[in-house]
């Protein structure tokens, strides 16, 4: 969810739209205090931007200042900060950043200092560090926080006691400490309204990433999905900058698409589409543009991803419902990819490698985060036995440069490229006998 | 029933080595096949309701990983190296049919990494019974409360067709009952420990509990209570040890040496959070009123503080810690963690500065359920005891 | 004739293989991987020359062979006699960079005369000792220089630094410092001029061939007048983003370990290679295409090189591992395979009063597993499974293998081959073969 | 007047020393280190012990308290034992009286100490168990440059243009250093990187354990090495660490030393347990 400084090779107007609503974002956040607004901070996976924004509260995302960190490659010093202050090297290394940037002072990734929150609001999807994370911040900022559990799909499945639990937690909890909070009234209609836009920019969004079935894809559903996902998995969510992020967006994909055009990277259009994969967990952050490259110039594309379905599942028909409000958000929250189950997780995978005929699975596993790691060497077996196609799996971090190991990395891509092409019977003479 | 006033406590301890030796476990088996139709229901740390199984004519029995002794080769295929080690040799019992004797499996909410293996065992023993056990993070009664009432009785009706047989009131009456008998030994045999370390070395202890991962309840009950009071009779050498509690053992189990290697570098342990299941309920669930509703409301009003439970309130967090130091009149406290343990590794900072706000010393490493090397463990509770021991008045 | 040049710089030790246009194996060479990969590559390269040679030879003297008692033992003995003659020369320049190094002001003047009195010590007797060394059915700690050379100027420096009242880390350092050096004089082309003066070396020693000296003489030259064309060089291993070769010539290590295998036996299914720093598990198809892979990362625990460290601090060589683990009669678990406490690990064990052979079965087993979990995350093992890499030398590891085979996996076929360790070479040499088919 | 001897068994070497303590007042009457090279530590302990006695011409019964530290769990011999953290730091702050932290390397550990004036462990962070980082590590780099260990140091200072070292195990980190000098990078440049490296990692652990300022004491053998030192004081200063980093020259003894002061200490509360009325 990189809203950052786009690679300066994309220059449509999607990029700068969303740059902008990038630092008006941090800056709004940065003044609040100032303005008078109170400060929520709050996670992606199931994050209820809609709701918060009836109480005109302004939104934090840790993980957001994280990544953003990450990819200025401010976080090792973060990380350090915060193993040193007891904090072990086992852990996710989202929270170490968090918590050094606080004990730094708290200067975002933009160089604004970020406010103290008014409240923390627990959204606790699918993860378990989730939870003490904000026990960690609350420590020092000594502020409310407010819990939202979201059960586990277990079995697959999201029951009527599930929803119930998060509808109910969501009326008598949290909007009524939201309500105090913020000092402003909840207003159901408002939250309809913001539902109402959300549903477009998924809309838009649905349709951009399966632009990817095409051959050659016009996007690159993981590397370029990333920036495309911003806006809607964060504070914009909702909004009307948001649906018209995804407009453009959208007709920006249907002209390359027309046109017959690969994805965008940093460095110009990718011509030769070689290679064509699914990948399954977050990018590395601090070496993005690096990790980015050992794909496009091997010609590999990916075509569907895991990881921008973190902040809520589209593709399989999941809209905001503004006639369902509370229970839409807890379906909302509920769904998000996470909180599936690994037969459904495997299943998912499954269905993208056949969808968007892929050569196959890329497992990127992500030291610090159990949620995501935590069973994806059976989710590679399982979609290799479904599929037949070969997969493969490496090892980084989200945001510790210590575990990227760039030699290493691009020592299995090469291998996998490899052998998918010697799979496909093609020899090792592109480029040599032509 | 077993008797073993006659033997001491060595006999009674040598039952429980054997039982915790047996990765077979030959005794589950055995009550398995003692009545045709009995069925077994596994779960892992760190608290489910066993009084339902019980109630279900079942035997719950505790999964807590393979310990140093299993030779994890296929299991570790299934996890990176950055995941601890209860899942791979939790996988490596499963696959090497180790745990064929359990109808079922239940996955308790304790991390990302339990949870997601509930996924993982539905996908790879296709045939058997899995729940993964949510719990609520939020106490309040008609919110988290009904959530978890309802949750209960799912589990329930799952176990009523697995069993093929209803379950009644009364059963559950019956059952809430043993394990609250079960309870009042567990916390007896502490107090005494609490009182007289020297007299009930805590790899001892652990064993002792740890039988009841495996034992049916009543047979498990009695045999604290015939521990006690063999214990009570033997004389044992008062050494000059410091009194520590330990702290994040909860799931992944240290080896038995690492234990050993605590008391023998010189340090009595008088409370710890092992097998937090046979204690997680402090106090005893009322016998009257629906079961269900009560045994709710113990895990919501009653239940023992853990990292995998949210704590409301700021000022309450580590409270329960420093109780423990306290009640025990300990003087110091390990932090054992399992490596890659997320949600003990990250509590304990917080931990940390509640204990230091009080000032009561501490320290703390890292184990895995398998280390071998023993020289660092030795070498930091021996620092740490030396410093109690020369330092203090 | 056409030569395609496989060559597999790997962390440890440096393989080339050459193929002929029949893709049948010409000669293999392997060498130590030291710190000049060029020089390692080059090494290899010229060893397998040297090997190509022999074989040449054998061919050329075959429609003679009646004139020889027994041709083979005569082949076997002109190698011994070369490689002698390399040895000499080796040790000799040893011998003066060790001289010189030992002038440097480094050391007082009085320590100067001692250790130039020791090292005149200990070559002497390394030269005295040689012949014995490359008898025939002598076995030699290593086929390296470096390791024979070096074990046996240990053992001499040892006997002589206390006799001569010398610090024995005075004299390791000597050596440490010239050897590195000396494996970096790397003469190429006189191996050529070192085969005639073995041959006749060899001549000499058995009079009864004095009479046909000639036309021995002529059959050996022809052998060497056939020109080698090394029509394609591919490069693989740890090292190969280091060879100076281009894009097009080299091969992932894991291509090549799995296509070498496929090779060798047809119906592998699964290859395991653990080579001195990395463990890889392979599973190939039918067509000896890698379907999936597993590698360890980052962390060296459990390779190759950890069976270095064992016997560096057992002071024997590595062949003598497998041997004495044979001999366990009990089973000891091992948990720490970080390879760098090996050493440690083992000291503690003795201390505890294990016996020696048994903590070395239960450090072979411990290797084995972290290999076996590897192979697992691979996708198990399928029939038929190959085991490569220089690990695959030591008999003790290989029967903790077969044992954890069978038990976890039934009856499955096991194929080791004496030179497996060439197995990346040689699937480098046939993608070299195949690069120019498909230039053709 | 106490007699006592502190014997500091390692993975690498055994230290010995022999102390006559008055009131207070510590002397030293004899010190011995031997690399302990594939042969029995305990057997060694008891022949350095004897030479020691036999040195300073000293009757065993003239001891009145033999204290082991390190791995001596086991030794015979030994009066008393006392873990190794506990007599490092009474040993560091014997030897630096303002030294309010310690980073003990050795042949397999690294570890920061950080101790109160009267040498007490207030806490320490060690390196895990990995061997990346420890003297043996640096030993066998040494030897595949050919160099000599008493050399590292000054070569290292001589280095002009460090290289970075990324790995971060000490095998693969071999071969790091393979493709080092392969690149023609010079043993002086290598070996100060790998002290940077190393220091990187001890100043890390200081840090870890809040050592914010006054003296450090590096103790173990690797004191003795000059470039770790220098190494040390550069990685404190990038860190912003403000520390002074010491070595003494006796820093290789420090366990030992700490040992033969507590076992004093222990030997006056056991005398005076004996004399009170209460031990009867
Ligand atoms: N005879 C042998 N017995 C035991 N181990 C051996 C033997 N020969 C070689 N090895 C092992 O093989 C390793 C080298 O294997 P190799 O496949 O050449 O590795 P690499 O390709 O990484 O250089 C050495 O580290 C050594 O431990
Ligand atoms: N003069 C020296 N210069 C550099 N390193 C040294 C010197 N003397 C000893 N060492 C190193 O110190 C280490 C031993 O330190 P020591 O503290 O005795 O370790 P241990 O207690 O584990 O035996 C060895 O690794 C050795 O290489
Ligand atoms: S563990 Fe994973 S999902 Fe949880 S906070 Fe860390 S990175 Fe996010
Ligand atoms: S040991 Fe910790 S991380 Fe591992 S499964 Fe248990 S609670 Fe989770
Ligand atoms: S444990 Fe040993 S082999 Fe593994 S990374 Fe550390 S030093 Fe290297």
Redesign the pocket.
């Known amino acids: 969810m990189s809203q950052m400084t786009p690679p300066d090779a994309i220059k449509e107007d999607s990029m700068e739209k969303q740059k902008q609503m990038i630092s008006a974002n941090f800056h709004e956040l940065a003044q609040a205090p100032q303005q008078g607004r109170k400060v929520v901070s709050t996670f992606v996976p199931g994050n209820i931007n809609e709701l918060l924004m009836c109480f005109d509260m302004a939104r934090n995302l840790p993980e957001i200042n994280a990544l953003q960190n990450g990819m200025r490659k401010k976080t090792g010093r973060m990380i350090m900060e915060a193993e040193r202050s007891g904090h072990s090297e086992d852990v996710c290394t989202y929270v170490k950043a968090d918590l050094g940037m606080m004990a730094q002072g708290n200067i975002g990734p933009t160089g604004e200092t970020l406010p103290k929150p008014d409240l923390l609001l627990l959204s606790y999807t699918g993860c378990f560090t989730f939870m003490k994370w904000f026990e960690l911040v609350r420590e020092q900022y000594d502020c409310e926080t407010s819990m939202l559990h979201i059960p586990y799909q277990g079995d697959g499945t999201i029951n009527e006691n599930m929803r119930d639990y998060v509808v109910k937690q969501l009326r008598e909890e949290v909007i009524p400490t939201l309500e105090r909070v913020s000092g402003v009234k909840f207003d159901i209609d408002r939250l309809r309204e913001y539902m109402r836009e959300s549903a477009k920019s998924e809309e838009d969004l649905v349709w951009v990433l399966q632009t990817a079935k095409n051959r050659p894809s016009p996007i690159d559903a993981y590397f370029g999905g990333v920036y495309y996902i911003g806006p809607i998995f964060t504070a914009f969510r909702g909004t009307e900058d948001a649906s018209e992020y995804y407009r453009t967006l959208r007709s920006e994909i249907a002209e390359r698409l027309e046109k017959g055009e690969g994805p965008i990277t940093p460095d110009g259009e990718m011509k030769d589409e070689k290679y064509r994969l699914v990948v399954e967990g977050p990018p590395n952050w601090t070496s993005f543009r690096e990790f980015w490259k050992m794909f496009y110039e091997e010609g590999a594309v990916v075509v569907a991803s895991t990881y921008t379905k973190v902040g809520g599942v589209y593709d399989f028909g999941f809209r905001h419902d503004p006639d369902h409000p509370l229970e839409s958000m807890a379906d909302y929250c509920l769904g998000c990819y996470t909180n599936l189950n690994l037969p459904s997780r495997a299943e998912m995978l499954s269905n993208y490698v056949e969808d968007y005929q892929a050569d196959g699975l890329l497992i990127n596993s992500i030291k610090s985060c159990n949620s995501f790691s935590a069973g994806q060497l059976l989710l590679l077996r399982e979609v290799e036995k479904r599929t037949g196609k070969p997969g493969a799996f490496i090892e980084t971090d989200l945001v510790d440069p210590r575990y990227f190991s760039g030699a290493n990395v691009k020592n299995r891509l090469e291998s996998y490229f490899q052998m998918i092409n010697q799979k496909r019977g093609g020899g090792f003479s592109e480029g040599v006998a032509a | 029933m077993n008797n073993f006033q006659n033997g001491g406590s060595a006999a009674i301890v040598d039952r429980c080595r054997r039982l915790f030796d047996d990765l077979e476990f030959s005794e589950v088996r055995e009550w398995k096949a003692a009545e045709k139709g009995r069925k077994v229901i596994g779960y892992m740390p760190v608290y489910v309701p066993r009084e339902i199984i019980h109630a279900a004519g079942m035997l719950p029995v505790g999964i807590l990983g393979g310990g140093d002794q299993l030779e994890v080769i296929q299991g570790d295929a299934y996890y990176q190296s950055y995941i601890c080690r209860i899942p791979r040799s939790t996988i490596e019992l499963g696959l090497t049919g180790r745990l064929d004797v359990l109808d079922g499996m239940l996955f308790p909410s304790i991390c990302d990494v339990i949870r997601n293996l509930s996924g993982m065992w539905q996908l790879m023993f296709e045939d058997k019974y899995v729940r993964y056990f949510d719990v609520p993070q939020n106490y309040a009664r008609d919110i988290g409360g009904s959530y978890y009432v309802n949750e209960l009785k799912q589990l329930l009706s799952d176990l009523e067709k697995l069993s093929g047989k209803q379950i009644s009131p009364d059963d559950l009456w019956k059952s809430i009952e043993v394990y609250n008998e079960n309870r009042r030994a567990i916390q007896d045999l502490y107090h005494y420990r609490a009182k007289r370390p020297w007299k009930t070395p805590s790899p001892d202890v652990y064993l002792v509990i740890r039988a009841g991962m495996v034992l049916p309840v009543e047979e498990h009950t009695q045999l604290i209570r015939d521990y006690i009071s063999a214990v009570e009779k033997e004389e044992q050498v008062m050494r000059d040890n410091c009194r520590v509690v330990v702290s994040g053992v909860f799931c992944e189990q240290p080896p038995l040496n690492l234990i050993r290697s605590i008391e023998m570098a010189g340090c009595y342990i008088v409370d710890d959070d092992f097998m937090l299941v046979t204690r997680w309920l402090l106090e005893d669930v009322p016998t009257s009123g629906d079961p269900l509703e009560n045994l709710a409301d113990g895990f919501l009003n009653h239940s023992n503080e853990t990292s995998a439970k949210y704590v409301p309130v700021t000022s309450d967090k580590g409270q329960y810690l420093v109780e423990a130091v306290r009640k025990n009149q300990a003087e110091g406290v390990i932090f054992a963690a399992p490596s890659f343990c997320d949600p003990a590794l990250l509590d304990r900072p917080m931990l940390q500065n509640c204990l230091a706000e009080e000032n009561i010393p501490y320290t703390a490493f890292k184990y895995a359920e398998n280390s071998g090397q023993m020289q660092p463990i030795r070498e930091q509770a021996g620092t740490f005891a030396d410093s109690i021991k020369l330092w203090s008045a | 004739m056409k030569c395609f040049v496989g060559i597999d710089l790997g962390s440890t030790t440096t393989k080339a293989l050459i193929l002929d246009e029949e893709q049948q194996i010409l000669g293999r060479g392997i060498t130590n991987s030291r710190s000049n990969y060029d020089i390692a590559a080059s090494v290899a390269k010229e060893e397998a020359l040297v090997n190509t040679r022999i074989n040449l030879v054998r061919q050329s003297l075959e429609p003679v062979s009646t004139l020889f008692e027994n041709l083979e033992e005569f082949l076997s003995g002109l190698e011994r006699t070369f490689r002698l003659e390399q040895f000499m020369e080796q040790l000799a320049d040893l011998e003066s960079v060790c001289h010189t190094n030992a002038s440097g002001n480094r050391f007082a003047s009085r320590e100067k005369t001692i250790i130039a009195d020791a090292l005149r010590k200990i070559f002497h007797q390394l030269r005295e000792e040689a012949p014995e060394l490359f008898a025939p059915g002598a076995s030699r700690k290593s086929d390296f220089f470096r390791d024979i050379a070096g074990s046996r100027y240990l053992a001499i420096g040892e006997a002589s630094a206390r006799e001569l009242g010398l610090s024995f880390d005075l004299l390791l350092n000597v050596y440490d410092r010239s050897i590195i050096e000396v494996e970096n004089h790397f003469g190429e082309g006189d191996a050529r001029m070192m085969m005639l003066q073995a041959l006749q070396r060899m001549l000499k020693v058995t009079p009864e061939l004095e009479s046909q000296k000639n036309i021995i003489l002529e059959k050996v030259e022809q052998a060497y007048n056939i020109e080698l064309e090394e029509s394609y060089v591919v490069g693989t291993g740890y090292g190969r983003a280091r060879l100076p070769f281009s894009k097009d010539h080299i091969r992932s290590e894991i291509l090549c370990h799995g296509l070498g295998a496929h090779i060798m036996y047809p119906e592998t299914r699964t290859v395991l290679d653990i080579g001195g720093q990395d463990t890889k598990a392979i599973q190939v198809d039918p067509s000896g295409i890698v379907s999936s892979f597993q590698m360890n990362d980052r962390c060296a625990a459990g390779c190759g090189r950890y069976l270095g460290y064992i016997a560096d601090e057992m002071n024997v060589g590595l062949h003598e591992l497998g041997p004495m683990a044979m001999k366990a009669t009990r089973k000891v678990r091992i948990n720490s395979t970080c390879t760098v406490f090996a050493g440690a690990e083992l000291r503690d064990r003795l201390a505890l009063g294990e016996e020696r052979e048994d903590i070395l079965a239960g450090l072979h087993r411990a290797i084995i597993l972290r290999a076996m979990s590897l192979l697992s995350r691979s996708g198990g093992i399928s029939d038929q499974f190959t085991f490569t890499g220089g690990v695959a030398n030591n008999e003790a590891a290989v029967m903790a293998l077969k044992g954890l085979i069978q038990e976890n996996y039934g009856e499955v076929t096991v194929n080791i081959d004496p030179g497996s360790i060439y197995t990346g070479a040689l699937g480098a040499a046939t993608f070299a073969h195949r690069a120019m088919e498909e230039h053709a | 007047m106490t007699i006592t001897a502190g014997i500091?068994i390692?993975?690498?070497?055994i230290?010995s020393v022999l102390f006559r303590i008055e009131e207070g007042a510590i002397e030293w009457l004899a010190k011995h280190?031997s690399r302990?090279r594939k042969r029995d530590p305990n057997q060694l302990a008891e022949e350095d012990y004897r030479w020691l006695l036999k040195k300073t011409d000293i009757d065993p019964e003239e001891v009145e308290y033999v204290a082991t530290t390190?791995e001596g769990e086991n030794v015979d011999f030994r009066t008393g034992h006392f873990y190794s953290m506990t007599t490092h730091a009474r040993g560091a702050s014997f030897l630096e009286p303002s030294a309010r932290s310690l980073v003990?390397?050795?042949?397999?550990?690294g570890r920061a100490i950080s101790i109160d004036e009267h040498g007490k462990v207030l806490s320490y962070k060690m390196t895990s168990q990995c061997a990346s980082g420890?003297?043996?590590f640096?030993?066998n780099i040494a030897r595949y440059l050919g160099v000599a260990?008493?050399e590292?140091?000054s070569l290292s200072l001589q280095a002009d243009d460090p290289e970075t070292v990324s790995s971060i195990c000490a095998v693969l980190a071999e071969t790091d250093v393979i493709n080092m000098v392969s690149r023609g990078i010079s043993s002086q440049n290598i070996l100060k990187g790998i002290h940077l490296s190393m220091a990187g990692r001890l100043i890390k652990l200081l840090k870890a354990i809040k050592v914010r300022e006054n003296t450090v004491l590096v103790t173990?053998?690797?004191a003795?090495?000059e470039g770790l030192c220098r190494a040390l004081l550069e990685q404190a200063s990038d860190q912003k660490l403000e520390v002074q980093i010491r070595s003494h020259i006796d820093s290789?003894y420090a366990?030992a030393a700490g040992a033969a002061i507590w076992g004093e200490f222990r030997h006056r509360k056991l005398k005076q347990a004996e004399a009170s009325p209460l031990a009867a």
């Open positions: 500091d390692g993975t690498n070497s230290k280190t302990i390190g003990d390397i050795g042949a397999l550990h420890t003297g043996q640096l030993e260990q008493d590292v140091g173990g053998g690797l003795q090495d290789i366990g």
